[in-house]
């Protein structure tokens, strides 16, 4: 079992930065590829970011490529979401999302077995 607690959310202005943080509990963390994904009201849940357990490798939804960096430190069982230029339209609570199964990273919210609480991200224009 895992337990996923995000922080890091919180108001800003369109152009700001955020880092958010997901600590997990469980001996076997290194081993899960991790996501990011994110929710607003009455919209399905969207993939933003994950990252592989074996070699660090990452994928984003292109439209936070290149604003957005997934990154992971295993010694301290945590992985982070660093969102620089951010707009209004990246509003949205934000989740991550640990996948127990080894294989490719996965983009789809089925593929994922642990979620966190999530953590609201404002962004004013």
């Known amino acids: 079992q895992v337990q996923l607690v995000e922080s890091g959310g919180g108001l800003v202005q369109a152009g700001g930065s955020l880092r958010l943080s997901c600590s997990a509990s469980g001996r076997t963390f290194s081993r899960y590829n991790m996501g990011w994904f994110r929710q607003t009201p009455g919209k399905e849940r969207e993939f933003v970011a994950a990252i592989r357990w074996s070699d660090s490798s990452t994928y984003y939804v292109d439209s936070v490529k290149g604003r957005f960096t997934i990154s992971r430190d295993n010694a301290k069982n945590t992985v982070y979401l660093q969102m620089n230029s951010l707009k209004p339209e990246d509003t949205a609570v934000y989740y991550c999302?640990?996948?127990?199964?080894?294989?490719?990273?996965?983009?789809?919210?089925?593929?994922?077995?642990?979620w966190g609480q999530g953590t609201q991200v404002t962004v004013s224009s």
């Open positions: 999302a640990a996948d127990r199964d080894w294989g490719q990273m996965s983009n789809a919210p089925f593929a994922y077995d642990y």
